[in-house]
């Protein structure tokens, strides 16, 4: 089972960004589809973004389309996200998931701890 780590949540003003980041260990995740869900306070864990292993094929949600970019580096065992025109609804708990699959059909093998971002008016 792969270990994930996120970093680089924070404070930020709306209309700002801030590139998140999430390293994997215990095995090559270069093989594996990412993604990043991320639960808002009082609400449910939602997908947001994923990344497939094979070809970087890539999936968002309506949410964040157009303002968010995932992406990996599989010599880093990293995958980014960069968060761009960040809204105050974008405050959240943000997670990254090691899954088996691709979009739509997946499942989550494995979750970070998450990092949180939190986007002031």
């Known amino acids: 089972q792969v270990q994930l780590v996120e970093s680089g949540g924070g404070l930020v003003q709306a209309g700002g960004s801030l590139r998140l980041s999430c390293a994997a260990s215990?095995?090559?995740?270069?093989?594996?589809?990412m993604s990043w869900f991320r639960q808002a306070p009082g609400k449910g864990r939602t997908l947001i973004a994923t990344?497939?292993?094979?070809?970087?094929?890539?999936h968002y949600a309506d949410s964040v389309k157009g303002r968010f970019t995932i992406s990996r580096d599989n010599a880093k065992n990293t995958v980014y996200l960069q968060m761009n025109s960040l809204k105050p609804e974008d405050t959240a708990v943000y997670y990254c998931?090691?899954?088996?699959?691709?979009?739509?059909?997946?499942?989550?093998?494995?979750w970070g701890k998450g990092t949180l971002v939190t986007v002031s008016a």
């Open positions: 998931a090691d899954l088996s699959g691709s979009y739509p059909n997946y499942d989550v093998r494995s």
């Open positions: 215990g095995r090559s995740f270069s093989s594996s589809t």
């Open positions: 990344i497939d292993w094979s070809d970087d094929n890539t």
